[in-house]
């Protein structure tokens, strides 16, 4: 099946400090992409969606400023967590859509973000 | 109302045994998907198999079979011949409409333990 990568797949940052996961999808053009969180032992919940070229439609309860999304082509979108709180310490997915020719989301293998 | 539910937060199955996985779903949208992923202990989602709405048998993938009733909105999945490798959680998913286009709700999981 397509690939997608993430990258990093871990990173420990300080307090209040920002920091910025990739998304790519390798093999495919990614028309949409969806970014996910799962906090320990949960489920996944949308963050957010994003089409390339667009801004990002974000789920309720999530900070469009705090999370910021950016999908400026078909296989790159990023999500930068600014201002990171300890709360925010997180599993972030990924999953990246073809919808035009597939009905598949193809996962990344997430990032894991501790913030002390 | 929650649009995934997988009642069972726990499995236990000897191996090479098989066991059904629950999940029931609710949506008005008369076409739509259904999927069962696996997530181990390294996070990543790995997709297992996918049903649509109008599709008129069960899908089949390998060692995994999506029992469909859609009068009752279930999609149950079955493992046969369990591995030790197919310890995992195992997440159930649905998405609206039939393309890539949007997002998947995920319901809470069920984490499987497959005893030798």
């Known amino acids: 099946g397509a690939v997608v990568s993430q990258h990093p797949s871990r990173v420990i940052c300080k307090s209040g400090t920002s920091v910025k996961i990739e998304c790519r999808s390798l093999d495919f053009q990614a028309t949409t992409m969806f970014w996910y969180r799962q906090f320990p032992k949960q489920s996944l919940m949308l963050m957010a969606t994003?089409?390339?070229?667009?801004?990002?439609?974000?789920e309720q309860g999530v900070e469009k400023d705090k999370f910021l999304i950016n999908h400026a082509s078909l296989t790159l979108s990023t999500l930068t967590v600014t201002s990171a709180h300890p709360e925010d310490s997180s599993f972030y997915i990924c999953?990246?859509?073809?919808?035009?020719?597939?009905?598949?989301?193809?996962f990344g293998p997430g990032t894991r973000l501790t913030v002390t | 109302a929650q649009k995934i539910t997988q009642t069972q937060p726990g499995m236990f199955v000897q191996e090479k045994e098989a066991v059904t996985l629950d999940c029931t779903y609710d949506t008005s949208d008369p076409s739509y998907g259904l999927f069962w992923y696996k997530q181990p202990s390294s996070g990543e989602m790995i997709f297992l198999i996918y049903q649509g709405s109008y599709d008129q048998q069960n899908a089949t993938e390998g060692r995994y079979s999506l029992n469909f009733q859609k009068a009752r909105k279930s999609a149950n999945l079955v493992i046969s011949a369990s591995q030790l490798g197919d310890s995992a959680m195992y997440f159930c998913?649905?998405?609206?409409?039939?393309?890539?286009?949007?997002?998947?709700?995920f319901g809470t999981g069920t984490r499987l333990t497959v005893i030798p």
């Open positions: 999953s990246a859509s073809a919808w035009a020719v597939s009905y598949e989301q193809y």
């Open positions: 998913a649905m998405r609206e409409g039939l393309t890539g286009a949007n997002n998947l709700f």
């Open positions: 994003s089409n390339e070229g667009s801004k990002a439609t974000y």
